[in-house]
C-alpha cells in the first residue's frame, strides 16, 4: 500500500511540474536551454496538431486575417516571412484609436517570438507618453503565426 501512495505522489508531483514548466514556458518565462527544450517541444506539440484545425480564408469571416486565435495561426519552425512579421501590425488602426493624430510620427519596434510580442518599444514625434503607452498595449494584444525563432519588426506609421 504504501508503494502504491508513493507512485501516486510521484505521478502527482511530476504533473504539477509539467504545468508550472508548461505555464512558465508559455509566458516566455524559461532561459536558456530550458527555454529552448520548451520553445521546441511547444512547436513540435503545435505541428502535431495543425492536421486538427481546419485553415481559415478570407471567407471565413471579416477578422480571419486578424491574427485570431492560436488554433489559427500558423504554426512553423522556420522563421517568419516578412509578410508573416508584419501582417498584424499592416493595418495601423489601432494607432489612430490611441489617439495619434495624422500628423505624428509613430515607430513601433517589435521582437516576436511563439507568436507573441516579447519585447515592444515605441516612439511618438512629438514625444506623446500615452499614445506610446496605448500603442504598446495594442501591439503586446497582437498574435502572430508561431515559430520558435525570435525576429524584430520595425513599423512607421
Known amino acids: 500500500m504504501q508503494?502504491?501512495?508513493?507512485?501516486?505522489?510521484?505521478?502527482?508531483?511530476?504533473?504539477?511540474?509539467?504545468?508550472?514548466l508548461a505555464f512558465?514556458?508559455?509566458r516566455g518565462?524559461?532561459?536558456?536551454p530550458l527555454g529552448d527544450a520548451y520553445d521546441t517541444v511547444a512547436s513540435l506539440a503545435a505541428s502535431a496538431?495543425?492536421?486538427f484545425s481546419a485553415p481559415r480564408t478570407a471567407a471565413a469571416g471579416p477578422d480571419a486575417g486578424d491574427g485570431g486565435?492560436?488554433?489559427a495561426r500558423k504554426t512553423q519552425a522556420a522563421p517568419l516571412s516578412s509578410a508573416q512579421l508584419g501582417a498584424p501590425l499592416v493595418h495601423g488602426k489601432f494607432v489612430t484609436d490611441c489617439g495619434a493624430p495624422?500628423?505624428?510620427k509613430v515607430v513601433v519596434k517589435v521582437t516576436v517570438k511563439m507568436g507573441r510580442a516579447?519585447?515592444?518599444?515605441?516612439?511618438?514625434?512629438p514625444a506623446n507618453a500615452g499614445v506610446a503607452s496605448c500603442v504598446e498595449?495594442?501591439?503586446?494584444?497582437?498574435?502572430w503565426d508561431v515559430s520558435p525563432k525570435k525576429q524584430r519588426a520595425t513599423v512607421t506609421y
Not at 518565462?29 to 536558456?32: C, P, Q, S, T
Not at 516579447?118 to 514625434?125: L, R
Not at 498595449?137 to 498574435?143: D, G, H, L, S
Request: net charge negative; proline share 2%; no cysteine.
Open 49 to 51: 496538431s495543425d492536421p
Open 3 to 20: 508503494t502504491r501512495h508513493a507512485v501516486l505522489t510521484l505521478l502527482a508531483l511530476a504533473a504539477a511540474g509539467a504545468g508550472v
Open 118 to 125: 516579447v519585447d515592444v518599444d515605441v516612439t511618438t514625434d
Open 24 to 26: 512558465l514556458g508559455s
Open 29 to 32: 518565462a524559461l532561459n536558456g
Open 69 to 71: 486565435s492560436a488554433s
Open 102 to 104: 495624422d500628423d505624428m
Open 137 to 143: 498595449k495594442a501591439t503586446r494584444e497582437k498574435q
